[in-house]
């Protein structure tokens, strides 16, 4: 054969596996059958988008329009009168997205399906790549859960590549974390998610920053916050932002103990802001203060 015929065959069929695959991993939708197990697909499927999100599920929207995504896909199987699974994909904007606006749910982070996921009585959720899917039985039952892990399973099988965590969460230190704490936000209104902060944006949040919250045990629970900024000139406003309209000065103590009796500390450290909130003995928070600018020293020296 003639050696530039068979280059342009190859690069051919290179170009149709990689159409196949980018296809694959664009759209999971097309991983579902209209029939499964007996469960049939009813009426048309629906999509949603930012414009009407709140029409279908209007307590979440605001998640998953705060991290962003293009699409929501939307199909119900039925297997009778009054027996349905309910089927989302979210097409959120990057891999970071999906986790962040999965990391919001409650309940306990497996990795049954995806990259992670939360399976509990009548509900799968998970994420991967830059998809959250959520599988919901209503009612839930022994039927319905055999085909509801059955279609987590196309789906799951349909997208190749797992997708990255948020850089932000390496900077976390270690000890003592709880794990099935960590929150990733991209903006304000999620800082207040274990402690009330502030109904403001008095961190300067948005889409270049990066933030994770995090609780810590050991004798108690502390709440730790970081946030990447792009620069440390952006961390400093912030922190001069933050201790005006959080302890009411421009120069606290590096610990304050609030009206609660709760103690609380904050400072920036290179292009971080780090806040540690709800500590009960100032000694504790200081500790978990300089854990996480240890972290963040070490970890971006290494760069």
């Known amino acids: 054969m003639n050696r530039k015929i068979f280059s342009l065959i190859l690069l051919s069929a290179q170009f149709f596996t ?8 664009s759209d999971p939708s097309t991983a579902l059958p209209d029939s499964i197990n007996g469960w049939k697909k009813l009426g048309e499927d629906r999509l949603f988008n930012e414009q009407n999100l709140y029409d279908y599920i209007d307590g979440a929207a605001e998640l998953y329009i ?3 995504f293009t699409k929501v896909f939307n199909r119900i199987y039925s297997a009778g009168e009054g027996k349905e699974i309910i089927v989302d994909i979210f097409y959120m904007n990057t891999p970071q997205d999906a986790f962040g606006a999965f990391s919001f749910s409650v309940g306990k982070v497996g990795n049954d399906f995806g990259t992670q996921s939360q399976t509990a009585h009548g ?3 998970f994420w991967k790549n830059n998809f959250v899917v959520s599988i919901v039985e209503n009612p839930a039952s022994e039927e319905a859960k055999k085909t509801s892990l059955t279609i987590a399973k ?8 797992k997708g990255s965590f948020p850089e932000v969460l390496k900077y976390l230190p270690q000890e003592n974390l709880d794990a099935q704490s960590i929150r990733y936000f991209r903006h304000y209104i999620w800082f207040n998610t ?8 008095i961190l300067n949040i948005n889409q270049n920053t990066h933030g994770v919250l995090a609780k810590y045990s050991d004798k108690e629970k502390l709440i730790l916050m970081i946030v990447k900024y792009p620069d440390e000139y952006e961390a400093l406003a912030a922190l001069e932002k933050f201790n005006k309209a959080y302890y009411k000065t421009l120069k606290p103590k590096p610990v304050v103990k609030s009206k609660d009796s709760k103690f609380s500390g904050s400072r920036v450290v290179k292009n971080f802001f780090v806040g540690v909130f709800g500590g009960k003995a100032e000694r504790d928070v200081t500790t978990l203060i300089s854990r ?3 972290s963040i020293s070490d970890l971006t020296s290494k760069k």
């Open 18 to 25: 990689f159409q196949f695959s980018a296809q694959t991993i």
């Open 66 to 68: 705060s991290f962003g």
């Open 123 to 125: 509900a799968i959720v």
């Open 154 to 161: 196309l789906i799951d099988e349909s997208i190749p590549e």
């Open 194 to 201: 274990y402690t009330y902060i502030s109904g403001e944006n």
């Open 292 to 294: 996480a600018h240890k």
